[in-house]
């Protein structure tokens, strides 16, 4: 869980609690924004792995781009942004995806 998420989860209930208000009003209020917040996350890693290769390569071709933004898992997401960074060429991260995400 990301410090956001964490912050979030700890200062809703204490925040309606000053204002007197009961949780469970704003229990699928703060679902929703828990939700929200991932997505939030999960678009922002796969948009920075596509900025870097394409700040790295020149260009990404389409059908790599739309399997990078396809990916929903955090931690997947966050190991290829760290590959993104060290690999040499776009093939290796090809061979990246398809050896250990598929």
């Known amino acids: 869980m990301i410090l956001a998420e964490q912050e979030l989860q700890q200062d809703l209930p204490r925040q309606c609690m000053q204002k007197d208000e009961p949780w469970g009003l ?5 679902q929703e924004l828990e939700q929200s917040l991932r997505h939030g ?5 796969q948009e920075a792995v596509v900025d870097i290769l394409e700040s790295r390569f020149d260009h990404v071709p389409l059908p790599l781009k739309k399997r990078l933004t396809g990916i929903a898992d955090q931690a997947v997401l966050e190991s290829l942004l760290q590959k993104a960074v060290t690999i040499d060429t776009l093939a ?6 398809f050896d250990y995400i598929t």
């Open 26 to 30: 704003h229990q699928r209020s703060h």
């Open 92 to 97: 290796e991260l090809e061979e990246y995806i």
């Open 41 to 45: 996350v999960q678009q922002g890693l």
